[in-house]
């Protein structure tokens, strides 16, 4: 029987098919393979006649995949960080862009709790966010005037919401349907660090061919993905309508005279994203060495 894994929980992973939910364990012979089944994969299984649990028998080929979180088939990310409690962190947001864009799949921005946004960083961000390409979308405790838009943008679409742990994901989600009704929390005022409350993933159905994939918070991302540093430039999205006009084929955007991508720090390539690039180059550079 067919069916597709929502939700994976201590090794049973939770199997919709035309029957119902069927809770499953995966076959010895996947680890063997170095196969491991994430939610949103597209599976076959086998139902015990015993006790109506099953196996999963085949994994189907992926038409898309994350590894942070680990999901699969999905259409687009929406990548959701709050301007305070947690404090922006633009670097790791920057690290969720590269991912999502190494992997082919169309991503947005959520900002959250723009109520706390004293010092008005808000509109710089997001403007910045926007010129680059991006759909960047911003609520509030009291503002949910681009819930619409999420709305809409979620219709006939697997959607990943992600970001680090107390940002307001599971708030968003509940916002934007209320009979999911998933468990929130507060952020630690002493850390600034949210406090867990999604230990799973899970895939949620919204309405007919809609669903959103909930998953847990992080607080850092690695880069490994990325083998070498001189690939990385490609998934800086503003960096390419410059690259070809660089003197050198192979350029890494550093120290090369006559670099157009770096005549444009300033102008059309903001000196933040520079910076997380530079910082990604070494990231890199050293995990290549370990």
Do not use: W
Not at 95 to 101: A, D, E, H, W
Not at 167 to 192: A, H, M, R, Y
């Amino acid at each position: 029987m067919k069916g597709t894994i929502i939700k994976l929980v201590r090794g049973i992973y939770y199997v919709d098919t035309e029957i119902g939910v069927i809770k499953c364990k995966a076959r010895g012979l996947f680890r063997e393979k170095d196969i491991s089944p994430v939610v949103g994969d597209k599976v076959e299984i086998r139902i015990s006649s015993e006790d109506q649990t099953g196996y999963i028998e085949t994994v189907y080929p992926r038409k898309t995949e994350l590894i942070r979180p680990a999901v699969a088939n999905i259409d687009r990310a929406l990548i959701v960080f709050s301007i305070k409690q947690p404090e922006l962190n633009t670097y790791l947001l920057d690290k969720n862009l590269i991912m999502t864009n190494y992997f082919g799949i169309d991503s947005s921005i959520c900002f959250t709790k723009s109520d706390l946004d004293s010092d008005e960083i808000l509109n710089r961000y997001v403007e910045m966010y926007r010129n680059i390409g991006y759909t960047v979308y911003v609520v509030g405790k009291t503002d949910y005037s681009d819930l619409e838009s999420i709305k809409e943008s979620l219709v006939g679409r697997i959607t990943s919401v992600s970001g680090p742990s107390g940002v307001g994901k599971s708030t968003l989600i509940n916002k934007i349907n209320p009979d999911i009704n998933l468990k929130t929390s507060s952020v630690s005022l002493k850390t600034e660090r949210g406090r867990h409350t999604t230990r799973h993933v899970e895939l949620i159905p919204l309405e007919k061919d809609s669903y959103i994939i909930d998953t847990p918070g992080f607080s850092s991302l690695g880069l490994d993905f990325i083998l070498d540093e001189r690939d990385l430039s490609d998934y800086f999205i503003e960096f390419n309508q410059y690259a070809d006009k660089c003197k050198f084929l192979d350029c890494m955007h550093i120290n090369e005279p006559e670099c157009a991508v770096k005549e444009e720090i300033g102008n059309s390539i903001y000196q933040s994203r520079y910076d997380s690039y530079i910082l990604f180059i070494n990231e890199i550079k050293k995990n290549r060495r370990y």
